[in-house]
C-alpha cells in the first residue's frame, strides 16, 4: 500500500524566508504527486500536481515541487514566502494503476508566517 | 454554480447518538469520496463511492455507512458515535479517473463527548 509522509508537522518562518516543506511517498510503481494547501477555515485546494515529464514543477502563489524519483520525494518549495501562505499543506500521492482513484495524503505541514 | 456542499457545518453529539453527514455535487462528478481529517495525520479516506450504485471502504471505514442515493448526493452515517470519531469530516467528488480533479467540500467539524 502507498503511505506518505511529511517531516515537518509545525514550520515558523518569518516574511521573506525560503521554504522548503519535505514529502515522501512509498510505492513502488508510477505514481501522480500532488500538494495541496488549507488555508484557515477554508476547504483544501490544489496548489500543484506532477504527472509525467519535467521534474520541476511549478504552481501557484509562487510555489513549486520538485520530483525526486531515486529519492521518493516531492518536496515543496517558496523562496520567499509571505503572510498569506499561513496555512497547512498537504503531500498526496495516487498510484497510476489504482482503479479506486485515491488520493493518499500526508499528515499535513502546518506553516506559520509571522510578519 | 456551487461545487461541492456539506450540511451541517458543525455538530456535536453524545456518545451513542446517530447523524448523517450530507453532501452533494452540482459538476455531475462519477465519483465521491468522505475522508476525515485529524492533526498529524492527514486526510484519511472512509469510504468513496466510483460511480452512482456503488459504495466500497477506504482506509477507516469502521464505525460509518454510507449512501450514494443518486449522482449528485453521497451521506456519511454515524450509527452510534463515539469520541474517537471527533474529527473533521471532507466529502469530495471527481470525475472517475481524475484525481488531478478533485473537489472539496468546505468540511463538518463533529466532536462527540
Known amino acids: 500500500a502507498q503511505s506518505v509522509s511529511q517531516h515537518n508537522h509545525h514550520v515558523i518562518l518569518s516574511e521573506a524566508a525560503s521554504l522548503e516543506l519535505g514529502c515522501n511517498y512509498s510505492?513502488?510503481?508510477?505514481?501522480?504527486l500532488f500538494w495541496y494547501v488549507q488555508y484557515p477555515g477554508q476547504h483544501l485546494q490544489l496548489l500543484l500536481k506532477y504527472f509525467s515529464g519535467d521534474p520541476l514543477v511549478k504552481g501557484i502563489k509562487g510555489f513549486e515541487a520538485e520530483f525526486i524519483k531515486s529519492k521518493f520525494s516531492f518536496n515543496l518549495r517558496k523562496p520567499s514566502v509571505q503572510w498569506s501562505d499561513t496555512a497547512e499543506y498537504f503531500c498526496?500521492?495516487?498510484?497510476?494503476?489504482?482503479?479506486?482513484?485515491?488520493?493518499?495524503f500526508g499528515g499535513g505541514t502546518r506553516l506559520m508566517v509571522k510578519p | 454554480n456551487a461545487g461541492v456542499t456539506q450540511t451541517p457545518k458543525f455538530q456535536v453529539l453524545k456518545t451513542g447518538q446517530s447523524m448523517t453527514l450530507q453532501c452533494a455535487q452540482d459538476?455531475?462528478?462519477?465519483?465521491m469520496y468522505w475522508y476525515r481529517q485529524d492533526p498529524g495525520m492527514g486526510l484519511r479516506l472512509i469510504y468513496y463511492?466510483?460511480?452512482?450504485?456503488?459504495?466500497d471502504k477506504g482506509e477507516v471505514p469502521n464505525g460509518y455507512n454510507v449512501s450514494r442515493l443518486n449522482k449528485r448526493e453521497f451521506s456519511l452515517r454515524l450509527e452510534s458515535a463515539a469520541p474517537s470519531q471527533t474529527s473533521v469530516y471532507f466529502c469530495?467528488?471527481?470525475?472517475?479517473?481524475?484525481?488531478?480533479?478533485?473537489?472539496f467540500g468546505s468540511g463538518t467539524q463533529l466532536s462527540v463527548l
Open positions: 498526496a500521492v495516487n498510484a497510476r494503476n489504482n482503479a479506486g482513484n485515491m488520493l493518499t
Open positions: 463511492s466510483a460511480s452512482e450504485g456503488t459504495t
Open positions: 469530495a467528488s471527481s470525475e472517475w479517473g481524475k484525481a488531478e480533479k478533485l473537489f
Open positions: 510505492y513502488g510503481g508510477t505514481v501522480n
Open positions: 459538476m455531475n462528478h462519477n465519483s
